[in-house]
C-alpha cells in the first residue's frame, strides 16, 4: 500500500464520541491552522513588565495621552510604550471582575471604567468615583454614545444614562429593556446604536433627538448571554456565550451558532457565568479567546478561517494536564504595534509574541492529535513507516537539537505507547521530512504529536505506508 495521508490538520470536532471519530481531529492544544492547512504553534507571551499586585483585569490605551491604563488588583496604573507604570489611584475597582472602559471627550476629556460598582473618573491627573447621587452604583458596563453615559444597574432592566454632554452628572434618567423579564447583563455600544443584552433578549436603542432613548422598532433579538464577559464586538459582529451555553455570531441581527463542534465540551462545563472573552489579531490572524476561570479552560475560534482551534493553555508538568491560557485580558496598542496580555496568575503584564514559544518561564505544549485512524476498514494493519513534512533546522546550534515528540494507541486503549523522539535538526540542518517506523499492528490507531522546546514549528502533513490482510 502508498503513503496514504493522515488527518492531523482536519478541523476540529469533538461533539462526537472519541470512539466514533475517525476523520477529525478530537483535541488539539495550543497551535492553529494557517492559510496553507498547515498546523503552527500559537503566540507565547514575552515578559514586559509588571504592575501592582495583579491579577491583571483590564487595560484602556487612551490616546490622548498615549498611554495604556489598566486595572491591577483594585488599583488603577498607567502604563508607558517603554514599560514603566505609575499607580494613578488605589480602592477604585473590585478586584476581580474585568473593567469596562470608554472615553469621552465632551465638555473636557475623561476616561471612565467600572467593573461591578459606581464608575470611576479620570481627566488625565485625577481619579475619583463618581459623587454624583444618582450615579449607577453598581454598574458592570458601561460606554460613551453621544455625549452621554450609559450603564447598566446590576439587577434590574434599566439602563440609565447621564444628562447630555456632561457624562458625570444623573438626573435619575433611563429607559427599561422590558420585551423580556430579565435583567440586563450587558449594556454596551455598536451599529451606531446602545445594545442591552440580558439572559433571554436583545434590544436596541437609538437617539432619536428628543426623548432622547427609543427602542430600535423590530430590532429585538429573542437570544441571550449568560455570560457577560465574553460578549465582544469583531469586525462589526456580536459574539457571546447564550443561555444555552452556545456561542454565538449575530450578524444583520440574525444570531448564528458557532460551537457545534465544542458544544459537548461546553456543556460538560461547571460554570460559564464566568467566563471571559478576549480578540487577539496577531500574524494577520484574529482568534476570539474564550476563558473559564472556573474550569480552567480556554477555547478559541479562529475568525479568519470560521474554524474552532480546541484549547489554549497552561501546560501542568506535575499532572501532566493543561489549565487555562495565562491571558486574563488582551489590548493592541495600534501605535506601539503590541500586543499586551495581562496574566491572571500575579501582577505581570506580557507582549504576545509570534517568534516566542512559551509564556514567561512556563513551558508551551503544543499537540495535536489524530481521529481513530482505520484506513476504512476493521482489518489488522501493519505500519510500516510514517513520513512527517514538517520545518527543520530552528534548534541552536551550540545546544542540543529540539525534538518532535510521537506517541500513538491502538484499538480504542486509553494507555499510550512509548513516546518517541524526532529530531528537528540544529540550524542548517533543513531536510522537511522525518520518517519512522515499523511501528507495529492495528486495528484502529490515534496518534499524537507534540513539542515543547522553544522553537516555531509548521506541521504540514502526515503520511502513513500500512498493509492490510494476510502480511499483516
Known sequence: MAFVPLQINQDIYQNVDDTSNTNKSPERHDSYLDESGSMVRRPGLEEYTTAGS??????????????????SGKDLYSLNE???????????????????WDEAINPSRKLFGTNGGTPVEYDGTTANKLTDANAPSAATHLA????????????????????????????????????????????????????????KTQEFFYDDGVTPFVPKPGAII???????????????????????????????????????????????????????????????RTFYILTFPTDGKTIVYDYSLNKWLDEWGTWKILSASYHRWRGNCVLYVPEWNQHLVGDYIDNKIFKASTTQYKDGDMIIRSAWMTGNIDHGTSLWKKS?????????????INETAPYLMLRYR????????????????????????????????????????????NVPLVLISVEENVIGGENA
Open 222 to 284: 429573542e437570544d441571550g448571554c449568560i455570560s457577560p464577559y465574553s460578549i465582544r464586538l469583531i469586525d462589526n459582529a456580536w459574539f457571546y456565550l447564550n443561555s444555552d451555553r452556545r456561542v454565538v455570531k449575530v450578524t444583520g441581527r440574525q444570531p448564528n451558532v458557532l460551537s457545534v463542534p465544542v458544544d459537548k465540551v461546553l456543556s460538560g462545563l461547571t460554570t460559564v457565568t464566568d467566563a471571559i472573552a478576549d480578540e487577539l489579531t496577531i500574524g494577520g
Open 410 to 453: 491502538d484499538n480504542g486503549n486509553k494507555a499510550w505507547e512509548n513516546t518517541r523522539h524526532l529530531s528537528l535538526g540544529k540550524e542548517g540542518d533543513n531536510e522537511f521530512y522525518i520518517e519512522v517506523g515499523p511501528l507495529g499492528r492495528y486495528r484502529s490507531r490515534q496518534y499524537e504529536l507534540s513539542i515543547t522546546d
Open 82 to 100: 517603554h514599560g514603566t507604570v505609575t499607580l494613578i489611584g488605589s480602592d477604585l475597582f473590585s478586584a476581580t471582575n474585568r473593567v469596562i
Open 54 to 71: 495583579g491579577p491583571i483585569h483590564g487595560f484602556y490605551y487612551w490616546a490622548h495621552t498615549n498611554l495604556v491604563y489598566l486595572a
Open 384 to 396: 510500516l513507516r510514517l513520513r512527517i513534512r514538517v520545518r527543520r533546522g530552528d534548534g541552536d
Open 144 to 199: 460613551i454614545f453621544d455625549t452621554y453615559m450609559v450603564a447598566n444597574q446590576t439587577g434590574t432592566q434599566k439602563v440609565e444614562y447621564s444628562d447630555v454632554g456632561t457624562p458625570t452628572v444623573f438626573s435619575a434618567e433611563f429607559v427599561v429593556a422590558e420585551a423580556q423579564s430579565d435583567n440586563l447583563v450587558f449594556v454596551g455600544v455598536g451599529w451606531d446604536e446602545i445594545v442591552a443584552i440580558g439572559k
